[in-house]
Every structure is written in structure tokens, then in C-alpha cells.
């Protein structure tokens, strides 16, 4: 076989180009950096013209790239809830940042060092260590492409596919793979016509390939003999001229795919970073603030979007993780979150492409959006928390409602509700006299806030206030303070609605004069701390409240309250989910609990406003396991747990849908989880939970299987038996 002889470890970068292949080469790359250069000058100058972001987004800049570097590089999102998604975009990611850190490394040596130093560093072992990495995560990379090829087009993985998908996903799987493949290719072409030097022995998946070339009896030609051969002098088929076909082929791929990166899906590998790195980690849980002007709050237009809003759209893979947590989309409401924000996006592009205008939002399917996809939104946050790139779809979301709230397109039952708290203070539409009634069954008095000091200030809410079912855990949980000795009170008729679900719905200023009349009304009460029984009102008062700036309104005639300040700006007061503080309580012994008072068999249900929005996990569950109940783990917990569909204005509206969530969730407890059916209690830690999942039980026909109970019910029974083990402990 005639080869050319190469000795040295070490390899020619341009072998067989020549001079002319060389330059046009060069030209190339200058025409593919313009191209690219122009794509991310369009994308960036888009993003100036959206609107300011209401947070700051590039504080503490040095540290925001350094822990977003940490989630992306360990794909920890990717790997939630999907092993395999994982470790596929694992693969390809490294293998990807290796491939290019090495064409870099090449670059750097001949332009810089050897250029301008004449150092060369690229051989010997370097060169051998860099050839062995190279092929090792390149093959990494082409198996991340197999697998993902796999899910696409042979499983066909149900996410991956909707009204979005286009041929640009497939042009740039397809590319990925071209690339990796052919790069293998070319090495294992060079390694076979320069006679298969045995240090190019680490390069294992081109020497593989050399060999196989070998074996099939590819031939060379004796023009192969000079290192300065061109394609011209190669007639017919020889591996020669295989090697300058795939050098030109898979230059011009990657050149293609360079240029092409600011047009298309390509780009999510620059926005899904900035957008991981200019993330908030309150995103969801604080909606941005509606200032007194009203300036640029709700969506009448694509341009009253912030930059951070459409950096949103253009990080979205369309992986469908959003979409395949939804619980709205799980219950055949019209709401898909990937959806939504590629809608916007796709109109976006459309205006700045000449297109027409037409409303952000409206009934009928005339706008981009329609209003019964943006009432379908149980603001659970599922779709934030599954996004492994940090898409923050609420806040778009409630940009939009805000727009469909003024705009007067909200369902009827949202309007009473509205009416409701307006005129009462509450969504029940009950007298404001008769908050604190749920309280006349006690054996005791509740005391006041308003007229002594307390230790613990309650929220008690409104439906454990108004609603007979939960008025039960309001009294149980009074049971429990009672209990445990603690000095509390409520506010009475001086307690309104939290205004947490509203504000979701879009009534941005009937929360803002909720907000003012709670913060005014703690300033003349003494406490030191608040306890919520509703985590929804736990969410807004901890994370909302301490947002709003009170001076800004105070002198709007429309808001009744004179508070000036920032209320709780620094956090001097804790603000406590009722089962948090009721776990202190067991933890320094002030509920005598041995944690064997009851023998259920339950199954717990973690709300979305406790849960994912606040990361609180453990205390209902130690609540629990303190009564002596056997704990049974749905499937489905923790941040994965599945929404109740109450959330969002969800209470209030009535929807088409099959199966209900609640319904969905109550199978889960009695078919899924390790104890099935012998699972005697579904235990929730949420009254907006217990009212949907009370309706759940019986629409979905499971009265006689499993009954719902708050933790509260449980402490209390569990404390009753404590009490009677007690007595027939004396009597004996």
C-alpha cells in the first residue's frame, strides 16, 4: 500500500488541502463569523427593545455565571424525573464542549503560540493525550446523538412532538449527527492513507475505522507519496480522494452550522445559558409589581415584554418537559405551557418580518392567545420547575391574564369573586362580622391580636374561616395551639383575603389594596411571628407582601390604607406555614406526642404553594410520622407532586376536563402508591386542597374508598389518644 510515511506523533492539520483549498477555506470562515456575528447582533439588539425587567437580573454577576455554569455542566434539570434524557444530553454536551475546546486548542497553537511565538505544543504527549480525550467524548457525542434519535423517530417520544416541531429540529439533529460522524470519518481516512502510525493508536475510533478501511481494501495512489497532493491528481476511487471529500464535507457542515446558530433552534446553546445565568430564584413565587402609572405591565402588545420575557422565548427547546408536568394539559384543558410562550415567539418573529398585528389576547381564536388557555393556568409552577433551562413561564403568563383582566375577558364566576372581596373582603361573599364564627364550637375563647399581645399572630383564611369542612381544621389546629400552650390570636373581622390567587388571575390592584389593609393592620397589633393554615397566603405574605412598595399608592384615593413603607423588607418578621411552627412545637416537646398514638395508613399530598413554590417538604411529613401513621409516598411527591387544580382562580371555574386533577390524584393514592388500596387517608395540608379533593372523592366516585383529612385532624386525634392512654395508664 503506498502511503504517506508519518513518524512523528503528531498529525499536518490541512493534509492534502493545499494552498488554494487553504485560502478559499480561510475565506469561508471570514463570510461564516460575518453571518454569525450579524444573527446574534439581530437577536441581541431585539432584546433592547423589550421592556425593562421589573428585577435585576445581572447583580452579583460573577457568581450568577459561576453557579449557572454548575447547573448546565452537570445537566442536574435534565436529569430530573428522566435518566435517559439525561445522560443524552449529557453526552452531548460534553461531548460537544470537548469537541469544540479542542478545535480551539488547535487554533490557539497556530495563530498564537507558533505564529507569533513559534511554540508548538500540539505533539508528543500532548498530542496524544488530546487525540485520546478527543475520540473519547466524541464517541460520547455521537452515542448522545443516537439516543436522541432513537427517542425522536423511533420511539417517538410524545414530547418532542407538536404544533411547533418543524424541519429546523430535524435539520439540526441531523447536522449534530453529520458532524460527529464525519469528523470520524476524516480521521479515520487520514489515519489510513498516512500509513497508521502506532501512536495514532489512541485516536481508538479512527484507527478502528482506518483498520476497517484496510480491511475492505480501500486503495491509495502513488500520489499519496507527496504531501502536497490535490484532489485533481486523484482519479477514481481511492481513499485520497475519500479524505479531501469528507475534509470539504464536513468543513462545510460545521461551517454552516456556525453561521446558521443565531437563526434558529441552534441558538438555545448561547440563550439557554444567558437565561439560566440571568434567572430569578424567586421567579414565580413574587409576581412582578404593577407600578401606580400603570406603565407597561400588561401585554396589549409583543413590545410590552421585558427582555427577559422574550430571552425566555428564544431559550426554549421545545423538549416538552413544561408540557408533559402540566396538570391543565394532563386534564385536556387548553393550556400548553411550551406552547404559549412558542406562540409568542412565533409572533414575534412574525411582526419583525413584516407581519401583521393582531391582539395578544382575546376569546375566539383571533389572537395569539386565547383567554381560555390563560384561565386554564392552575399556577402550580410545575412547568418552571421541570424547564432545565430556567424559562420562567409565569411570569408571562400573568403579563397576559393582567391584560385579559382589564381587558373584562375573565369568566363570569372570577368576576363575583372579584365582587366578592371587594365589597366583603373575602371570596365567599359572606359578612366580614362572621369571620371568626367558624370559632363559637370551641371550648375555649380565641383571643384577639388586635387587643393583646401574642407570640403567634394567625391567618386563619378564608375558606377555614367561611367553608364548613375547613372551618373543622381551623378548630383543630386552635385545638393544637391550645394545646401546646402558645399565646395566639386571630384579626376577626379585621382579616381579609390574602389576595395571593386573584393577583395570579391578573386583579393586580384589588391585591395591592388587600396587601395594604394586612400590613396596616399588623402595625397596631403586637406579635412576633405570623402563621398561615393556607400556604397560598403563607406564599404572599412571605415572598409578595415584602415587595410591594406602599408608598407608591397610598395616595391613590381608590386605596384605603396610609402605610408608607416597605413592610418586612429585611425579613425581622418570620412568617411560618402553620405546620412548620407546629413542628417546632413537637420538636422542643410542647406536644406530648410519642409518635405511637395512631396506626393509619395514609398518603400525603404536597401542596404547590408549600412545596415547590417554598421547599417545604419536611415538616408536614414529621408532623405525620409524629402521630404514628404510616407514611405511603405517592409516585408522584415532593416537587413532582401533581396540582390539586385548585390553584390559579382553578376553585372558581368550572372546566371541561377528564379526569378532574383531583380525581387523577385520588387514583394515584389508591392504585399507585406501594400500599394501594389499603391506603385509609388522604392527607392534605392546604384547605383550597381539601375542598378539591373532597369534590374529587365523591365526582370521581370514591366516597366509600379513602377519606380526605388536613395533618391537623391527625395531631389532634393523635393527641386525644395520648390523653385517654394517659388516663387508662393512671386508672390501671
Known amino acids: 500500500m503506498n502511503v504517506i510515511a508519518q513518524s512523528e506523533v503528531g498529525r499536518e492539520t490541512y493534509l492534502g488541502i493545499g494552498s488554494v483549498g487553504y485560502a478559499l477555506f480561510y475565506l469561508l470562515v471570514v463570510i461564516t463569523l460575518a453571518v454569525f456575528a450579524y444573527g446574534l447582533y439581530q437577536r441581541f439588539s431585539r432584546y433592547t427593545q423589550g421592556d425593562d425587567d421589573p428585577f435585576d437580573r445581572l447583580d452579583d454577576l460573577p457568581n450568577r455565571i459561576v453557579s449557572s455554569a454548575k447547573i448546565v455542566l452537570s445537566n442536574e434539570k435534565q436529569f430530573n424525573r428522566d435518566l435517559y ?70 420511539v417517538q417520544n410524545h414530547r418532542l412532538w407538536g404544533r411547533h416541531t418543524s424541519n429546523e429540529d430535524d435539520i439540526f439533529i441531523w447536522t449534530l449527527f453529520g458532524l460527529g460522524v464525519g469528523g470520524f470519518l476524516l480521521e479515520g481516512l487520514r489515519i489510513y492513507i498516512t500509513g497508521m502510525p502506532e501512536h495514532e493508536v489512541v485516536s481508538f475510533v479512527g484507527y478502528g475505522l482506518a483498520m476497517l478501511f484496510g480491511a475492505i481494501g480501500i486503495p491509495t495512489t502513488e500520489a499519496a507519496m507527496s504531501a502536497d497532493y490535490s484532489a485533481v491528481a486523484n482519479l477514481g476511487f481511492n481513499a485520497e480522494t475519500l479524505h479531501w471529500l469528507s475534509w470539504w464535507s464536513h468543513s462545510l457542515l460545521a461551517l454552516f452550522f456556525i453561521a446558521w446558530i443565531p437563526y434558529a433552534k441552534p441558538f438555545h446553546m448561547i440563550s439557554s445559558f444567558a437565561n439560566v445565568v440571568t434567572r430569578d430564584e424567586k421567579a414565580g413565587k413574587r409576581l412582578p409589581n404593577v407600578p401606580a402609572d400603570l406603565d407597561a405591565t400588561n401585554a396589549e402588545s409583543i413590545d410590552d415584554f421585558t427582555w427577559k420575557e422574550i430571552l425566555d422565548q428564544d431559550a426554549c427547546t421545545k423538549c416538552g418537559r413544561c408540557s408533559s408536568v402540566c396538570p391543565a394539559k394532563a386534564s385536556d384543558r387548553p393550556l400548553d405551557p411550551r406552547d404559549v410562550i412558542l406562540d409568542l415567539k412565533k409572533y414575534r418573529e412574525q411582526l419583525d418580518a413584516g407581519g401583521e398585528e393582531k391582539p395578544m389576547i382575546a376569546d375566539g381564536g383571533t389572537s395569539v392567545i386565547n383567554t381560555e388557555t390563560m384561565e386554564s393556568c392552575m399556577a402550580c409552577m410545575a412547568c418552571m420547575d421541570a424547564c432545565p433551562v430556567e424559562i420562567e413561564h409565569l411570569q408571562s403568563f400573568t403579563r397576559l391574564q393582567r391584560q385579559m383582566t382589564d381587558q373584562g375577558d375573565i369568566a363570569p364566576s372570577m368576576q363575583d369573586v372579584f365582587q366578592n372581596v371587594m365589597q366583603n373582603g373575602n371570596t365567599f361573599g359572606d359578612s366580614p362580622r362572621n369571620r371568626g364564627d367558624w370559632a363559637d364550637e370551641l371550648e375555649f375563647d380565641v383571643p384577639d391580636a388586635r387587643e393583646e399581645e401574642v407570640d403567634y399572630l394567625w391567618y386563619v383564611g378564608d375558606f377555614p374561616s367561611y367553608d364548613e369542612r375547613n372551618k373543622q381544621v381551623a378548630r383543630s389546629l386552635a385545638t393544637i395551639l391550645k394545646e401546646a400552650d402558645v399565646s395566639f390570636g386571630i384579626l376577626f373581622d379585621d382579616e381579609k383575603y390574602d389576595g395571593n390567587d386573584i393577583r395570579r388571575v391578573g386583579e393586580e390592584f384589588l391585591y395591592v389594596e388587600l396587601a395594604g389593609h394586612h400590613v396596616e393592620t399588623w402595625e397596631d397589633c403586637e406579635f412576633d411571628k405570623i402563621i398561615c393554615t393556607d400556604p397560598h397566603s403563607y406564599n404572599t405574605f412571605k415572598n409578595e407582601y415584602p415587595e410591594v412598595d406602599f408608598e407608591e399608592f397610598a395616595d391613590d384615593p381608590m386605596m384605603p390604607f396610609e402605610y408608607e413603607e416597605f413592610w418586612n423588607e429585611d425579613g425581622e418578621i418570620d412568617v411560618l406555614h402553620w405546620t412548620q411552627a407546629v413542628e417546632e412545637l413537637v420538636e422542643t416537646g410542647a406536644l406530648d406526642l410519642t409518635g405511637t398514638e395512631l396506626d393509619y395508613t395514609v398518603t400525603y399530598h404536597d401542596p404547590c404553594h408549600l412545596g415547590r413554590y417554598n421547599d417545604e417538604y419536611e415538616a408536614p411529613r414529621e408532623l405525620i410520622k409524629a402521630t404514628g401513621c404510616e407514611l405511603d409516598e405517592m409516585p408522584r411527591n415532593r416537587d413532582n407532586s401533581f396540582c390539586c387544580g385548585g390553584g390559579g382562580g382553578g376553585l372558581w371555574m368550572d372546566f371541561e376536563e377528564e379526569p378532574k386533577p383531583s380525581e387523577e390524584r385520588i387514583r394515584e393514592a389508591l392504585e399507585d402508591t406501594d400500599n394501594g388500596p389499603d391506603v385509609e387517608k388522604f392527607v392534605v395540608a392546604c384547605p383550597m386542597c381539601m375542598t378539591m379533593y373532597e369534590d374529587g372523592r365523591k365526582t370521581g366516585g370514591y366516597e366509600e374508598e379513602i377519606e380526605i383529612v388536613d395533618i391537623a385532624e391527625l395531631v389532634v386525634e393523635a393527641i386525644g389518644a395520648a390523653e385517654e392512654a394517659k388516663i387508662e395508664a393512671a386508672a390501671d
Open 85 to 154: 434524557g439525561g445522560l443524552m444530553h449529557s453526552f452531548i454536551l460534553w461531548g460537544f464542549l470537548t469537541l469544540l475546546i479542542a478545535t480551539a486548542i488547535i487554533g490557539f497553537e497556530q495563530y498564537t503560540t507558533e505564529l507569533i511565538f513559534g511554540i508548538v505544543f500540539w505533539e508528543g504527549d500532548f498530542y496524544l493525550g488530546y487525540q485520546f480525550m478527543v475520540d473519547a467524548m466524541g464517541l460520547l457525542f455521537v452515542v448522545g446523538i443516537g439516543m436522541a434519535l432513537y427517542r425522536r423517530y423511533w
